[in-house]
């Protein structure tokens, strides 16, 4: 069992930036790929970014990509998601995950095996 935990959210104007953290229980972190999702209200989660265990493969959704970047620092046992130019429609409860297939980076919900609680972003216009 790993357990995530996130933090960095808040609220920001539109054009600003956030850096989410996810520090995980698990002393191997590089065990599992990574991912960021979020969801909004009344919407489906949705795949933001994903970085296999070594940092070298990285995928973004297009909504995010040129402004937002994923890194890890498996010493320190925790992945980031470094967000800039923000703007009201990344509002939403961002959350980490673990996926045991360490060499990808995937973009599915259904391939991720630990999640954690999430930490809210809200971005004024």
């Known amino acids: 069992q790993v357990r995530l935990v996130e933090t960095g959210g808040g609220l920001v104007q539109a054009g600003g930036s956030l850096r989410l953290s996810c520090a995980a229980s698990e002393r191997t972190l590089s065990n599992y790929a990574m991912g960021w999702f979020r969801q909004a209200p009344g919407k489906e989660r949705e795949f933001v970014a994903g970085?296999?265990?070594?940092?070298?493969?990285?995928n973004y959704a297009d909504s995010v990509k040129g402004r937002f970047t994923i890194s890890r620092d498996n010493a320190k046992n925790t992945v980031y998601l470094q967000m800039n130019n923000l703007k009201p429609e990344d509002t939403a409860v961002y959350s980490c995950?673990?996926?045991?297939?360490?060499?990808?980076?995937?973009?599915?919900?259904?391939?991720?095996?630990?999640w954690g609680q999430g930490t809210q972003v809200t971005v004024s216009s």
């Open positions: 995950a673990a996926d045991w297939s360490r060499s990808s980076a995937s973009r599915m919900v259904h391939d991720y095996d630990y």
């Open positions: 970085i296999n265990w070594s940092g070298t493969l990285i």
